[in-house]
């Protein structure tokens, strides 16, 4: 009876998300083929001043073009323990799995965090569709099941969320300057003022 219940139960997204501030980290990505290029595309699209370092024995004419773009190393060497000093974050993209495992191993016994591109039990954290508009951006996870969804839903976003959202945000941010009383003042009447244009965009929808 219990073990019905329990193979019953609705899988959860135990995920923390985070937004990192990719300039202030280094970042190593293990690898120079299609997966290392389209890791780096997603991570200069998304954090264009993040500071990155590619190690692999040779990299694609694209990759080395988008390198040129940003602030990215590239290294033309066979991974060796000693390119994770100084890293925060790396990212294994080799296609020879003993050597991302020996990275996951090397970067365990180091503490740093570390993803083996398409490998979950060897991920410490995933790298999920992202909607930037302005100040505002949302970060997608499937929990490291479906990318294919990620995607989907990280296009859905693109469309459902206005253009104009950032103008809200500077607005709002220049509003609670003006905010007088202590922060729970503050949080109390911005809340008061946002419910406001939330109901006002849900009356509009149930006269459709």
């Not at 985070?18 to 290392?36: E, H, P, Q, R, Y």
């Not at 949302?138 to 459902?160: C, D, H, M, W, Y």
């Not at 959202?165 to 949080?187: A, P, Q, S």
């Amino acid at each position: 009876m219990h073990g019905d219940a329990k193979t019953n139960e609705v899988e959860r997204n135990n995920l923390y998300p985070i937004f990192l501030k990719s300039k202030n980290l280094n970042v190593l990505i293990v690898g120079g083929g299609n997966v290392a290029e389209e890791k780096l595309h997603f991570l200069t699209k998304s954090s264009p001043d993040a500071k990155v370092t590619m190690v692999a024995p040779m990299f694609r004419e694209n990759t080395i073009a988008l390198a040129n773009q940003y602030c990215v190393s590239l290294i033309k060497d066979v991974y060796h323990e000693k390119y994770l000093q100084g890293r925060h974050i790396v990212i294994a993209t080799t296609d020879v799995p003993e050597v991302n495992i020996q990275i996951w191993k090397d970067c365990r016994a180091q503490a740093k965090l570390v993803n083996v591109a398409d490998n979950p039990p060897y991920c410490d954290f995933y790298m999920g569709g992202i909607v930037t508009k302005g100040n505002v951006k949302v970060a997608i996870s499937t929990n490291g099941k479906s990318p294919t969804t990620a995607k989907r839903l990280r296009q859905f976003f693109e469309e459902v969320i206005p253009e104009n959202v950032d103008d809200l945000v500077k607005n709002l941010n220049e509003y609670r300057k003006t905010i007088k009383g202590d922060f729970e003042e503050k949080v109390q009447t911005l809340n008061e003022f946002t419910k406001g244009l939330i109901g006002k965009k849900e009356d509009a929808n149930d006269k459709d």
